[in-house]
């Protein structure tokens, strides 16, 4: 079973920055599909970015566009996700997904559209 793993949060103060990193032990996800999502406390998961084919296509939430932004290495096992001008909004465990296919647009922000996820890495912003 493909597990993926994310790397990455912590704490930080309101206006910093955090880069996730995602990746699939022993498998890559070339023309793919990898995405983030977003749990705050007591809340449901809700899609933050994702990123498609060799990564030309990228989508955000508009809650975080213009301050997050993902991309994948050129080797297609990493997905990063570069997080600037964090609010306390952004507080929350991140997780990372993947399809090997491209998910179509529509589907993006479902989570049954992933096959794959990692266990979550947990982001604070306090000051």
């Known amino acids: 079973q493909v597990h993926l793993v994310e790397t990455g949060g912590g704490l930080v103060q309101p206006g910093g920055s955090l880069r996730l990193s995602c990746t699939a032990p022993g498998r890559t996800f070339s023309g793919g599909t990898m995405a983030w999502f977003r749990q705050a406390p007591g809340k449901e998961r809700l899609f933050v970015a994702a990123?498609?084919?060799?990564?030309?296509?990228?989508h955000y939430a508009d809650s975080v566009k213009g301050r997050f932004s993902i991309s994948r290495d050129s080797a297609q096992k990493t997905a990063y996700l570069q997080m600037n001008s964090l609010q306390s909004d952004d507080t929350a465990v991140y997780y990372c997904a993947a399809h090997p296919r491209m998910v179509i647009v529509s589907s993006l922000s479902r989570l049954t559209a992933y096959d794959y996820w990692g266990q979550g890495t947990p982001v604070t912003v306090s000051s």
């Open positions: 990123i498609r084919g060799t990564g030309s296509m990228r």
